[in-house]
């Protein structure tokens, strides 16, 4: 399976690295605005909520060389709207300063970043699959997910419900960052994902 990076990843993207023993990770395409590739989605108590990662353009595009733009307060924004959002789920407490830490070691890649998050989330799940980045781009390879889970497409991924903070106001909102799911089911999310 080939996947591209991803900021917070969604649960499908989760699924598929539960699934697979071996992954590569895109690290030579183009960067793709509105993607996940920089973004993410939560749920607050006004509803669904997606948080961004404000990204530099030097002329490259590939997304390896993707720089961090930190002279904005976006991480503090970002982290509010984290706190506001879980603060009362079940596990929020026993994750929220390791990976407020990987954030606030404020990467100068996207990429970099990217991989140290998909990283923490992969250890407190507790799966631990081979993730390879690729060293060339090819345009079509077999089990390509590269464009497939994207927040602008509909997925065919069908989680079943699980327990959600807001879910008397909203009920189950599907297609959320694996946060949501590691925030509410804490040690239970290898058994939903698989």
């Known amino acids: 399976m080939t996947l591209s990076t991803a900021w917070f990843p969604p649960i499908e993207f989760f699924a598929v ?4 023993s071996t992954v590569y990770m895109e690290a ?38 993707i720089r961090v733009d930190w002279s904005t307060p976006w991480l503090r924004q970002c982290e509010y709207a984290i706190d506001t959002a879980y603060y009362s789920s079940p596990f929020f407490e026993y ?31 507790g799966i631990s699959p081979e993730i390879v980045p690729t060293a060339d781009f090819v345009r ?14 509909s997925s065919s991924y069908v989680g079943r419900p699980y327990w959600q903070v807001f879910r008397d106001r909203f009920g189950f909102v ?17 058994a939903y994902l698989k």
């Not at 690295?17 to 697979?20: C, H, M, T």
């Not at 929220?96 to 890649?109: K, M, N, V």
């Not at 946060?179 to 999310?189: Q, R, T, V």
Request: proline share 5%; glycine share 8%.
């Open 17 to 20: 690295l539960a699934g697979n």
């Open 95 to 125: 994750y929220r300063d390791e990976l407020y830490a990987l954030l606030d070691a404020r990467r100068e890649r996207l990429w970099d970043m990217n991989m140290d998050i998909i990283g923490f989330f992969c250890r407190k799940i």
């Open 174 to 190: 599907p297609g959320l960052s694996v946060m949501d799911l590691l925030y509410n089911e804490g040690p239970e999310s290898l």
């Open 28 to 65: 030579c395409e183009s960067y793709r605005k509105q993607t996940w590739r920089n973004r993410c989605r939560i749920l607050t108590e006004g509803g669904p909520m997606d948080l961004r990662v404000p990204v530099l353009h030097d002329g490259t595009r590939l997304i390896r060389d």
């Open 140 to 153: 079509e390879v077999e089990g390509d997910l590269r464009n497939s889970i994207d927040p602008k497409k």
